[in-house]
Protein backbone atom coordinates (compact mmCIF):
# COMPACT_ATOMS: atom_id res chain seq x y z
CA UNK A 1 0.00 0.00 0.00
CA UNK A 2 2.11 2.44 -0.65
CA UNK A 3 0.97 6.02 -1.88
CA UNK A 4 2.67 7.37 -4.89
CA UNK A 5 5.32 10.23 -4.10
CA UNK A 6 4.60 11.87 -7.66
CA UNK A 7 3.28 15.48 -8.21
CA UNK A 8 0.48 16.05 -10.28
CA UNK A 9 2.35 17.18 -13.36
CA UNK A 10 4.36 14.12 -13.14
CA UNK A 11 1.27 11.58 -12.91
CA UNK A 12 -0.09 13.49 -16.42
CA UNK A 13 2.95 13.68 -18.41
CA UNK A 14 3.87 9.30 -17.02
CA UNK A 15 0.20 8.56 -18.98
CA UNK A 16 0.79 10.46 -21.84
CA UNK A 17 4.58 9.49 -22.29
CA UNK A 18 6.48 7.28 -20.06
CA UNK A 19 3.62 4.57 -19.68
CA UNK A 20 1.59 5.57 -23.15
CA UNK A 21 -1.48 2.93 -22.61
CA UNK A 22 -1.08 2.55 -26.50
CA UNK A 23 2.70 2.79 -27.96
CA UNK A 24 4.29 1.24 -24.47
CA UNK A 25 2.15 -0.17 -22.32
CA UNK A 26 0.14 -2.14 -25.59
CA UNK A 27 -3.09 -2.54 -24.28
CA UNK A 28 -6.34 -1.89 -25.12
CA UNK A 29 -5.50 -1.96 -29.16
CA UNK A 30 -8.42 -2.93 -30.67
CA UNK A 31 -9.74 0.56 -30.77
CA UNK A 32 -6.22 1.71 -31.80
CA UNK A 33 -6.70 -0.36 -35.15
CA UNK A 34 -10.47 -0.78 -35.71
CA UNK A 35 -11.46 3.15 -35.11
CA UNK A 36 -8.23 5.22 -36.09
CA UNK A 37 -9.27 5.89 -40.21
CA UNK A 38 -9.81 9.39 -39.18
CA UNK A 39 -9.26 11.90 -36.29
CA UNK A 40 -12.35 13.08 -35.16
CA UNK A 41 -12.53 8.81 -34.28
CA UNK A 42 -9.80 9.11 -32.23
CA UNK A 43 -11.06 12.38 -30.49
CA UNK A 44 -14.74 11.20 -29.33
CA UNK A 45 -13.36 7.51 -28.31
CA UNK A 46 -10.21 9.24 -26.62
CA UNK A 47 -12.54 11.45 -24.59
CA UNK A 48 -15.21 8.67 -23.91
CA UNK A 49 -12.22 6.51 -22.52
CA UNK A 50 -11.34 9.43 -20.30
CA UNK A 51 -14.19 9.95 -18.46
CA UNK A 52 -14.66 6.66 -17.89
CA UNK A 53 -11.18 6.41 -16.58
CA UNK A 54 -11.34 9.23 -14.31
CA UNK A 55 -14.53 8.46 -12.87
CA UNK A 56 -14.11 5.09 -12.44
CA UNK A 57 -10.33 5.54 -10.94
CA UNK A 58 -11.88 8.33 -8.59
CA UNK A 59 -15.00 5.82 -7.56
CA UNK A 60 -12.34 2.97 -6.54
CA UNK A 61 -9.85 5.57 -4.91
CA UNK A 62 -12.89 6.77 -2.44
CA UNK A 63 -14.58 3.18 -1.88
CA UNK A 64 -10.79 1.21 -1.48
CA UNK A 65 -11.17 1.09 2.09
CA UNK A 66 -14.71 -0.70 2.05
CA UNK A 67 -13.63 -3.48 -0.55
CA UNK A 68 -13.14 -6.94 0.03
CA UNK A 69 -9.41 -8.05 -1.53
CA UNK A 70 -11.40 -11.46 -2.63
CA UNK A 71 -14.17 -9.22 -4.67
CA UNK A 72 -12.19 -6.80 -6.08
CA UNK A 73 -12.11 -7.42 -9.69
CA UNK A 74 -15.88 -7.81 -10.08
CA UNK A 75 -16.08 -4.53 -8.14
CA UNK A 76 -13.98 -2.81 -10.59
CA UNK A 77 -15.68 -4.71 -13.33
CA UNK A 78 -19.02 -3.08 -12.25
CA UNK A 79 -17.91 0.05 -12.08
CA UNK A 80 -16.41 0.71 -15.21
CA UNK A 81 -19.47 -0.69 -16.46
CA UNK A 82 -21.89 1.50 -14.68
CA UNK A 83 -19.24 4.92 -16.01
CA UNK A 84 -19.44 3.21 -19.68
CA UNK A 85 -23.52 2.99 -19.40
CA UNK A 86 -23.51 6.69 -18.52
CA UNK A 87 -21.13 7.86 -21.37
CA UNK A 88 -22.84 5.63 -23.47
CA UNK A 89 -26.53 6.56 -23.43
CA UNK A 90 -25.21 10.70 -23.49
CA UNK A 91 -23.25 9.86 -26.70
CA UNK A 92 -26.35 8.50 -27.97
CA UNK A 93 -28.20 11.77 -26.81
CA UNK A 94 -26.20 14.14 -27.79
CA UNK A 95 -23.79 12.92 -31.09
CA UNK A 96 -25.89 9.98 -32.73
CA UNK A 97 -23.97 10.10 -36.06
CA UNK A 98 -21.14 9.73 -34.76
CA UNK A 99 -21.75 7.08 -31.78
CA UNK A 100 -23.89 5.22 -35.37
CA UNK A 101 -20.00 5.44 -36.97
CA UNK A 102 -18.43 4.15 -33.39
CA UNK A 103 -20.92 1.02 -33.03
CA UNK A 104 -20.19 -1.32 -30.82
CA UNK A 105 -16.59 0.58 -29.53
CA UNK A 106 -17.95 2.67 -27.25
CA UNK A 107 -19.98 -0.65 -25.10
CA UNK A 108 -16.67 -2.62 -25.10
CA UNK A 109 -14.66 0.12 -23.76
CA UNK A 110 -15.70 -1.85 -20.32
CA UNK A 111 -13.39 -4.91 -21.71
CA UNK A 112 -10.27 -2.22 -22.23
CA UNK A 113 -7.66 -3.64 -20.13
CA UNK A 114 -5.86 -0.34 -19.55
CA UNK A 115 -9.03 0.85 -17.45
CA UNK A 116 -9.07 -2.35 -15.08
CA UNK A 117 -4.77 -2.26 -15.16
CA UNK A 118 -5.05 1.69 -13.52
CA UNK A 119 -7.28 0.74 -11.03
CA UNK A 120 -5.84 -2.73 -10.31
CA UNK A 121 -1.81 -0.89 -10.10
CA UNK A 122 -3.15 2.65 -9.05
CA UNK A 123 -6.77 3.73 -8.03
CA UNK A 124 -6.78 1.18 -5.58
CA UNK A 125 -3.40 2.42 -3.45
CA UNK A 126 -3.68 5.89 -3.72
CA UNK A 127 -5.69 9.15 -2.64
CA UNK A 128 -8.68 10.38 -5.07
CA UNK A 129 -7.07 13.55 -5.73
CA UNK A 130 -3.73 11.85 -6.95
CA UNK A 131 -6.04 9.15 -9.04
CA UNK A 132 -7.91 11.63 -10.80
CA UNK A 133 -4.93 13.36 -12.16
CA UNK A 134 -2.86 9.49 -13.05
CA UNK A 135 -6.43 9.06 -14.51
CA UNK A 136 -6.23 12.26 -16.38
CA UNK A 137 -2.91 10.85 -17.89
CA UNK A 138 -3.71 7.76 -18.66
CA UNK A 139 -7.06 8.66 -20.96
CA UNK A 140 -5.04 11.87 -22.50
CA UNK A 141 -2.24 9.29 -22.93
CA UNK A 142 -5.31 6.92 -24.80
CA UNK A 143 -6.56 9.95 -26.79
CA UNK A 144 -2.75 11.22 -28.02
CA UNK A 145 -2.12 7.90 -29.37
CA UNK A 146 -5.52 7.78 -31.06
CA UNK A 147 -5.41 10.69 -32.64
CA UNK A 148 -1.83 10.14 -33.52
CA UNK A 149 -2.38 6.90 -35.70
CA UNK A 150 -5.71 8.63 -36.47
CA UNK A 151 -3.85 11.70 -38.01
CA UNK A 152 -1.43 9.24 -40.05
CA UNK A 153 -4.13 7.26 -41.60
CA UNK A 154 -6.39 10.29 -42.50
CA UNK A 155 -3.35 12.25 -43.44
CA UNK A 156 -1.92 9.27 -45.88
CA UNK A 157 -4.66 7.79 -46.78
CA UNK A 158 -7.34 9.90 -47.66
CA UNK A 159 -5.48 13.39 -47.64
CA UNK A 160 -7.54 15.57 -45.46
CA UNK A 161 -7.02 16.26 -41.57
CA UNK A 162 -10.33 16.66 -39.50
CA UNK A 163 -12.24 16.27 -42.95
CA UNK A 164 -10.62 19.57 -44.65
CA UNK A 165 -9.03 18.89 -47.89
CA UNK A 166 -4.99 19.47 -47.19
CA UNK A 167 -3.40 17.50 -49.75
CA UNK A 168 -5.52 17.84 -52.58
CA UNK A 169 -4.92 14.15 -53.73
CA UNK A 170 -4.76 10.76 -52.05
CA UNK A 171 -1.05 9.41 -51.24
CA UNK A 172 -1.51 5.91 -50.42
CA UNK A 173 -5.20 4.84 -50.32
CA UNK A 174 -3.64 1.58 -48.84
CA UNK A 175 -4.29 3.23 -45.37
CA UNK A 176 -7.64 3.79 -44.87
CA UNK A 177 -8.19 -0.01 -45.88
CA UNK A 178 -9.13 -1.41 -42.30
CA UNK A 179 -6.34 -3.85 -42.56
CA UNK A 180 -4.06 -1.21 -43.08
CA UNK A 181 -4.62 -0.09 -38.81
CA UNK A 182 -2.27 -3.48 -38.18
CA UNK A 183 0.47 -2.30 -40.49
CA UNK A 184 0.32 1.62 -39.11
CA UNK A 185 0.21 0.71 -35.10
CA UNK A 186 3.11 -1.55 -36.07
CA UNK A 187 4.69 1.21 -37.71
CA UNK A 188 4.53 3.88 -35.45
CA UNK A 189 5.33 1.57 -32.58
CA UNK A 190 9.02 0.56 -34.26
CA UNK A 191 9.04 4.33 -34.75
CA UNK A 192 8.44 5.07 -30.66
CA UNK A 193 11.35 2.16 -29.90
CA UNK A 194 13.38 3.68 -32.60
CA UNK A 195 13.50 7.23 -30.65
CA UNK A 196 13.87 5.13 -27.34
CA UNK A 197 17.01 3.76 -29.27
CA UNK A 198 18.74 7.11 -30.32
CA UNK A 199 17.35 9.05 -27.25
CA UNK A 200 19.49 6.20 -24.90
CA UNK A 201 22.19 6.07 -27.60
CA UNK A 202 22.77 9.88 -26.70
CA UNK A 203 22.38 9.77 -23.21
CA UNK A 204 25.41 7.41 -23.45
CA UNK A 205 27.35 9.61 -25.44
CA UNK A 206 26.95 12.35 -22.88
CA UNK A 207 28.25 10.57 -19.83
CA UNK B 1 -10.24 -39.30 -20.23
CA UNK B 2 -12.08 -41.13 -22.72
CA UNK B 3 -14.70 -41.74 -19.87
CA UNK B 4 -15.40 -38.46 -19.17
CA UNK B 5 -15.58 -37.66 -22.81
CA UNK B 6 -18.58 -40.59 -23.04
CA UNK B 7 -20.52 -39.44 -20.50
CA UNK B 8 -20.65 -36.14 -20.95
CA UNK B 9 -20.28 -35.26 -24.27
CA UNK B 10 -21.90 -38.30 -26.67
CA UNK B 11 -24.41 -38.96 -24.63
CA UNK B 12 -27.07 -35.91 -25.31
CA UNK B 13 -26.53 -36.23 -29.09
CA UNK B 14 -29.58 -37.59 -29.94
CA UNK B 15 -31.29 -34.24 -28.14
CA UNK B 16 -29.99 -32.17 -31.00
CA UNK B 17 -32.30 -33.29 -33.74
CA UNK B 18 -35.24 -32.65 -31.34
CA UNK B 19 -34.13 -29.36 -30.68
CA UNK B 20 -33.66 -28.37 -34.51
CA UNK B 21 -37.37 -29.63 -35.14
CA UNK B 22 -38.65 -27.78 -32.09
CA UNK B 23 -36.63 -25.10 -33.25
CA UNK B 24 -37.74 -24.68 -37.02
CA UNK B 25 -41.69 -25.63 -35.97
CA UNK B 26 -43.93 -26.23 -38.86
CA UNK B 27 -44.80 -23.42 -40.94
CA UNK B 28 -47.45 -24.45 -42.70
CA UNK B 29 -50.78 -24.34 -40.41
CA UNK B 30 -53.56 -24.82 -43.07
CA UNK B 31 -54.56 -28.74 -43.65
CA UNK B 32 -55.05 -27.72 -47.71
CA UNK B 33 -51.34 -26.00 -48.32
CA UNK B 34 -48.44 -28.60 -48.61
CA UNK B 35 -45.54 -26.31 -48.96
CA UNK B 36 -44.75 -23.05 -49.07
CA UNK B 37 -40.97 -21.81 -49.89
CA UNK B 38 -39.03 -18.80 -51.90
CA UNK B 39 -38.33 -19.58 -55.19
CA UNK B 40 -36.25 -17.42 -56.99
CA UNK B 41 -35.34 -13.61 -55.74
CA UNK B 42 -38.48 -12.12 -56.41
CA UNK B 43 -40.94 -15.27 -55.94
CA UNK B 44 -42.84 -17.56 -53.36
CA UNK B 45 -44.21 -21.14 -54.02
CA UNK B 46 -47.32 -22.56 -52.60
CA UNK B 47 -48.14 -26.08 -53.13
CA UNK B 48 -51.29 -27.36 -52.26
CA UNK B 49 -52.74 -30.76 -51.70
CA UNK B 50 -55.30 -30.46 -53.99
CA UNK B 51 -56.17 -28.08 -56.97
CA UNK B 52 -57.22 -24.91 -56.19
CA UNK B 53 -59.75 -23.24 -58.64
CA UNK B 54 -58.36 -21.22 -61.09
CA UNK B 55 -60.04 -18.01 -60.80
CA UNK B 56 -59.52 -17.58 -57.38
CA UNK B 57 -56.08 -19.58 -57.42
CA UNK B 58 -54.70 -16.44 -60.70
CA UNK B 59 -56.93 -13.28 -58.57
CA UNK B 60 -53.58 -11.55 -57.28
CA UNK B 61 -56.11 -9.95 -54.36
CA UNK B 62 -56.39 -13.03 -52.55
CA UNK B 63 -53.24 -13.05 -51.95
CA UNK B 64 -51.62 -10.67 -48.81
CA UNK B 65 -47.47 -10.71 -48.52
CA UNK B 66 -45.52 -8.24 -45.82
CA UNK B 67 -42.53 -9.35 -43.91
CA UNK B 68 -43.51 -10.68 -40.42
CA UNK B 69 -41.39 -7.52 -39.12
CA UNK B 70 -43.39 -4.86 -40.45
CA UNK B 71 -47.00 -6.22 -41.15
CA UNK B 72 -48.02 -2.42 -42.37
CA UNK B 73 -45.81 -2.61 -45.42
CA UNK B 74 -47.52 -4.94 -47.84
CA UNK B 75 -45.20 -6.31 -51.00
CA UNK B 76 -46.63 -5.31 -54.02
CA UNK B 77 -47.27 -8.95 -56.15
CA UNK B 78 -47.10 -8.35 -60.10
CA UNK B 79 -48.42 -11.44 -61.10
CA UNK B 80 -49.67 -15.22 -59.84
CA UNK B 81 -49.15 -18.03 -62.15
CA UNK B 82 -50.58 -21.49 -61.48
CA UNK B 83 -48.32 -24.45 -62.46
CA UNK B 84 -48.79 -26.63 -65.10
CA UNK B 85 -50.33 -29.52 -63.15
CA UNK B 86 -52.45 -26.94 -61.32
CA UNK B 87 -51.80 -27.92 -57.88
CA UNK B 88 -48.97 -25.10 -57.05
CA UNK B 89 -48.80 -21.37 -57.64
CA UNK B 90 -46.09 -18.76 -58.30
CA UNK B 91 -46.74 -15.39 -56.53
CA UNK B 92 -44.28 -12.66 -58.07
CA UNK B 93 -43.58 -9.30 -56.80
CA UNK B 94 -42.49 -6.25 -58.22
CA UNK B 95 -39.01 -6.12 -56.67
CA UNK B 96 -36.67 -8.20 -54.92
CA UNK B 97 -37.60 -9.69 -51.80
CA UNK B 98 -35.27 -9.56 -48.78
CA UNK B 99 -35.00 -13.83 -47.91
CA UNK B 100 -32.99 -13.06 -44.69
CA UNK B 101 -36.22 -11.84 -43.19
CA UNK B 102 -38.88 -14.14 -42.67
CA UNK B 103 -42.57 -13.43 -44.71
CA UNK B 104 -45.76 -13.70 -44.24
CA UNK B 105 -48.66 -14.77 -47.06
CA UNK B 106 -52.24 -14.91 -46.26
CA UNK B 107 -54.41 -16.33 -48.87
CA UNK B 108 -58.49 -15.26 -48.30
CA UNK B 109 -60.51 -17.90 -48.69
CA UNK B 110 -59.41 -20.71 -50.49
CA UNK B 111 -61.65 -22.00 -52.91
CA UNK B 112 -61.03 -25.61 -54.02
CA UNK B 113 -63.52 -27.38 -56.53
CA UNK B 114 -66.42 -24.98 -55.68
CA UNK B 115 -65.90 -25.32 -51.61
CA UNK B 116 -64.55 -22.25 -49.29
CA UNK B 117 -61.65 -23.60 -47.41
CA UNK B 118 -61.30 -20.30 -45.05
CA UNK B 119 -58.47 -18.79 -44.93
CA UNK B 120 -54.45 -19.38 -44.36
CA UNK B 121 -52.03 -17.37 -42.51
CA UNK B 122 -48.21 -18.63 -43.43
CA UNK B 123 -45.30 -18.11 -42.59
CA UNK B 124 -42.15 -18.90 -45.29
CA UNK B 125 -38.73 -18.55 -44.49
CA UNK B 126 -35.37 -19.61 -45.09
CA UNK B 127 -34.11 -23.30 -44.92
CA UNK B 128 -33.06 -22.77 -40.84
CA UNK B 129 -30.30 -25.31 -40.88
CA UNK B 130 -28.69 -23.40 -43.61
CA UNK B 131 -29.10 -20.66 -41.96
CA UNK B 132 -27.52 -21.43 -39.21
CA UNK B 133 -24.62 -22.78 -41.03
CA UNK B 134 -24.19 -19.82 -42.75
CA UNK B 135 -23.91 -17.49 -38.80
CA UNK B 136 -21.46 -20.03 -38.06
CA UNK B 137 -18.95 -19.36 -41.30
CA UNK B 138 -19.82 -16.36 -41.14
CA UNK B 139 -18.52 -15.37 -37.37
CA UNK B 140 -15.76 -17.55 -38.07
CA UNK B 141 -14.25 -16.43 -41.20
CA UNK B 142 -15.82 -13.62 -43.23
CA UNK B 143 -16.42 -11.58 -40.52
CA UNK B 144 -14.01 -13.30 -38.00
CA UNK B 145 -13.58 -11.07 -34.83
CA UNK B 146 -9.86 -10.45 -34.77
CA UNK B 147 -9.13 -9.76 -38.31
CA UNK B 148 -11.99 -8.24 -39.77
CA UNK B 149 -13.64 -6.48 -36.63
CA UNK B 150 -10.45 -5.84 -34.58
CA UNK B 151 -11.51 -7.18 -31.21
CA UNK B 152 -9.68 -9.10 -28.79
CA UNK B 153 -6.66 -8.04 -29.77
CA UNK B 154 -4.52 -7.51 -26.42
CA UNK B 155 -5.22 -11.11 -25.64
CA UNK B 156 -4.67 -12.11 -29.25
CA UNK B 157 -0.93 -10.73 -29.09
CA UNK B 158 -0.33 -11.63 -25.38
CA UNK B 159 -0.87 -15.29 -26.11
CA UNK B 160 0.02 -15.97 -29.61
CA UNK B 161 3.78 -16.49 -28.75
CA UNK B 162 3.37 -20.52 -28.74
CA UNK B 163 1.79 -22.85 -29.94
CA UNK B 164 0.31 -24.54 -26.79
CA UNK B 165 -0.46 -21.52 -24.95
CA UNK B 166 -2.56 -20.55 -28.13
CA UNK B 167 -4.16 -23.56 -28.83
CA UNK B 168 -5.07 -23.86 -24.71
CA UNK B 169 -6.52 -20.34 -24.69
CA UNK B 170 -8.54 -20.65 -27.70
CA UNK B 171 -10.42 -23.76 -26.59
CA UNK B 172 -11.20 -22.03 -22.71
CA UNK B 173 -12.22 -18.87 -24.72
CA UNK B 174 -14.67 -21.20 -26.86
CA UNK B 175 -16.38 -23.09 -23.88
CA UNK B 176 -16.35 -20.21 -22.04
CA UNK B 177 -18.20 -17.95 -25.06
CA UNK B 178 -20.76 -19.99 -25.67
CA UNK B 179 -21.79 -20.86 -21.86
CA UNK B 180 -21.80 -16.99 -21.41
CA UNK B 181 -23.69 -15.83 -24.87
CA UNK B 182 -26.17 -18.68 -23.82
CA UNK B 183 -26.68 -16.96 -20.89
CA UNK B 184 -26.44 -13.41 -21.66
CA UNK B 185 -29.44 -14.77 -24.67
CA UNK B 186 -31.45 -15.82 -22.08
CA UNK B 187 -31.28 -12.91 -19.62
CA UNK B 188 -31.64 -10.39 -22.12
CA UNK B 189 -34.67 -12.63 -24.17
CA UNK B 190 -36.88 -13.16 -20.57
CA UNK B 191 -35.77 -10.49 -18.30
CA UNK B 192 -33.93 -7.29 -19.87
CA UNK B 193 -36.34 -6.95 -23.35
CA UNK B 194 -39.33 -7.65 -21.60
CA UNK B 195 -39.12 -5.12 -18.60
CA UNK B 196 -37.44 -2.64 -20.84
CA UNK B 197 -34.14 -2.37 -19.61
CA UNK B 198 -32.12 -2.60 -22.37
CA UNK B 199 -29.97 0.36 -21.01
CA UNK B 200 -27.76 -2.12 -18.78
CA UNK B 201 -26.84 -4.68 -21.20
CA UNK B 202 -23.34 -3.58 -20.74
CA UNK B 203 -23.96 -4.16 -16.70
CA UNK B 204 -25.38 -7.42 -16.96
CA UNK B 205 -23.55 -9.18 -19.72
CA UNK B 206 -20.25 -8.28 -18.39
CA UNK B 207 -21.71 -9.60 -14.87
CA UNK B 208 -22.62 -13.07 -17.11
CA UNK B 209 -18.91 -12.78 -18.00
CA UNK B 210 -17.99 -12.89 -14.54
CA UNK B 211 -20.06 -15.28 -13.53
CA UNK B 212 -19.63 -18.17 -16.18
CA UNK B 213 -15.47 -17.68 -16.00
CA UNK B 214 -16.38 -18.17 -12.42
CA UNK B 215 -18.71 -20.99 -12.64
CA UNK B 216 -16.38 -22.68 -15.85
CA UNK B 217 -13.38 -22.68 -13.11
CA UNK B 218 -15.28 -24.46 -10.40
CA UNK B 219 -16.73 -26.94 -12.49
CA UNK B 220 -13.23 -27.59 -14.11
CA UNK B 221 -11.56 -27.70 -10.87
CA UNK B 222 -13.92 -30.43 -9.60
CA UNK B 223 -14.77 -32.72 -12.77
CA UNK B 224 -11.10 -32.61 -14.69
CA UNK B 225 -8.34 -31.53 -12.71
CA UNK B 226 -5.89 -32.25 -15.11
CA UNK B 227 -8.06 -29.93 -17.61
CA UNK B 228 -7.81 -27.17 -15.45
CA UNK B 229 -4.30 -27.30 -15.13
CA UNK B 230 -3.87 -27.01 -18.89
CA UNK B 231 -6.27 -24.16 -19.04
CA UNK B 232 -7.40 -22.81 -15.39
CA UNK B 233 -4.47 -19.79 -16.30
CA UNK B 234 -6.34 -19.06 -19.57
CA UNK B 235 -9.34 -18.42 -17.69
CA UNK B 236 -8.70 -14.79 -16.01
CA UNK B 237 -7.43 -13.45 -19.57
CA UNK B 238 -11.23 -14.73 -20.73
CA UNK B 239 -12.39 -11.16 -19.42
CA UNK B 240 -10.27 -9.05 -20.84
CA UNK B 241 -10.91 -10.33 -23.80
CA UNK B 242 -13.33 -7.68 -26.07
CA UNK B 243 -14.91 -10.70 -28.15
CA UNK B 244 -16.69 -12.17 -25.50
CA UNK B 245 -18.69 -8.88 -24.65
CA UNK B 246 -19.21 -8.05 -28.53
CA UNK B 247 -21.47 -11.51 -29.36
CA UNK B 248 -23.99 -10.63 -26.09
CA UNK B 249 -24.26 -7.32 -27.58
CA UNK B 250 -24.09 -8.21 -31.33
CA UNK B 251 -27.16 -11.51 -30.75
CA UNK B 252 -28.68 -8.68 -28.12
CA UNK B 253 -28.70 -6.11 -31.29
CA UNK B 254 -30.00 -8.46 -34.22
CA UNK B 255 -32.93 -10.26 -31.67
CA UNK B 256 -31.25 -13.83 -32.75
CA UNK B 257 -33.00 -16.87 -31.34
CA UNK B 258 -31.13 -19.58 -29.05
CA UNK B 259 -29.98 -21.72 -31.97
CA UNK B 260 -28.63 -18.71 -34.07
CA UNK B 261 -26.96 -16.86 -31.06
CA UNK B 262 -25.11 -21.02 -29.92
CA UNK B 263 -23.99 -20.58 -33.62
CA UNK B 264 -22.79 -17.17 -33.52
CA UNK B 265 -20.77 -18.19 -30.19
CA UNK B 266 -19.25 -20.90 -31.56
CA UNK B 267 -18.16 -19.37 -34.73
CA UNK B 268 -16.47 -16.90 -32.86
CA UNK B 269 -14.82 -18.76 -30.47
CA UNK B 270 -13.89 -21.06 -33.48
CA UNK B 271 -12.46 -18.17 -34.86
CA UNK B 272 -10.62 -16.87 -32.24
CA UNK B 273 -8.90 -20.09 -32.03
CA UNK B 274 -8.53 -20.11 -35.97
CA UNK B 275 -6.46 -16.60 -35.62
CA UNK B 276 -4.81 -17.82 -32.29
CA UNK B 277 -3.31 -20.86 -33.84
CA UNK B 278 -2.55 -19.37 -37.34
CA UNK B 279 -0.11 -15.86 -35.50
CA UNK B 280 1.24 -18.43 -32.80
CA UNK B 281 2.52 -20.27 -36.30
CA UNK B 282 3.61 -17.40 -38.00
CA UNK B 283 5.63 -15.80 -34.82
CA UNK B 284 6.97 -19.02 -34.25
CA UNK B 285 8.61 -18.75 -37.33
CA UNK B 286 9.45 -14.78 -36.64
CA UNK B 287 11.43 -15.84 -33.95
CA UNK B 288 14.18 -17.24 -36.05
CA UNK B 289 14.22 -14.83 -38.51
CA UNK B 290 17.03 -11.87 -38.58
CA UNK B 291 14.31 -8.94 -38.01
CA UNK B 292 15.52 -5.09 -37.50
CA UNK B 293 15.96 -4.52 -33.67
CA UNK B 294 13.24 -1.90 -33.31
CA UNK B 295 10.98 -4.15 -35.19
CA UNK B 296 11.05 -6.98 -32.81
CA UNK B 297 8.70 -8.25 -30.52
CA UNK B 298 4.93 -6.64 -30.56
CA UNK B 299 5.42 -4.60 -34.06
CA UNK B 300 6.38 -7.18 -36.58
CA UNK B 301 3.67 -9.16 -34.86
CA UNK B 302 1.65 -5.97 -35.92
CA UNK B 303 2.32 -5.94 -38.91
CA UNK B 304 2.22 -9.97 -39.44
CA UNK B 305 -1.29 -9.37 -38.45
CA UNK B 306 -1.94 -6.77 -41.11
CA UNK B 307 -1.00 -9.27 -43.77
CA UNK B 308 -3.44 -12.22 -42.30
CA UNK B 309 -6.02 -9.32 -42.26
CA UNK B 310 -5.83 -8.73 -46.01
CA UNK B 311 -5.45 -12.40 -46.41
CA UNK B 312 -8.92 -12.49 -44.69
CA UNK B 313 -10.08 -9.78 -46.75
CA UNK B 314 -10.70 -12.56 -49.01
CA UNK B 315 -13.29 -14.05 -47.66
CA UNK B 316 -15.76 -11.40 -47.54
CA UNK B 317 -17.05 -12.27 -50.88
CA UNK B 318 -18.30 -15.30 -49.53
CA UNK B 319 -21.49 -16.33 -49.52
CA UNK B 320 -23.32 -19.79 -48.23
CA UNK B 321 -26.67 -20.65 -48.87
Known sequence: MAATKKTNTELVVNGIFMENPIFRLALSMCPAVGLTTSIKNGLLLGSAVLFVQIFSSCTIAAIKNVIHPRIRIPTYTLTIATWVTVIDLILAAYVPAAYEEMGIFVKLIVAFAIITMRLETFACKNTVSASFWDGLGMGIGFMFGMVSIGFVRE?????????????????????????????????????????EVVYNRRKERKQ | MRALMKRSIFRPIWLLPAIMVFFTGCNVEHPFIKKIAFKDSNSIIIEFAGEPDQDWATDVANYKVYEKRDPDVLLSISQVLLSPDKRAVFIQFDEEINQKEPHVVS????????????????????????????????????NNFVFTKYLGLCVFFGISKKKNTAVGMGITFTIVMVASAMMSWFLYQFVLKPYGLDFLQVVVFIGMVSLSVQAVDTVLRKVNPALFKAFGVYLVLVIANCIILAVPLTLADNEYSALESLMLALGAGTGFLLALFLMSSARERLELANIPPTYRGLPIAFVTAGLFALAFMGFSGLVIF
Not at chain 2, 113 to 132: C, H, P, S
Open chain 1, 155 to 195: LLGSGTILGYDVLGFKPLLFFVLPAAGFFCVGIMMALFNYI
Open chain 2, 107 to 142: LASIHSQGKDLGTALLNVKRLYIGELFSILIGAMLI
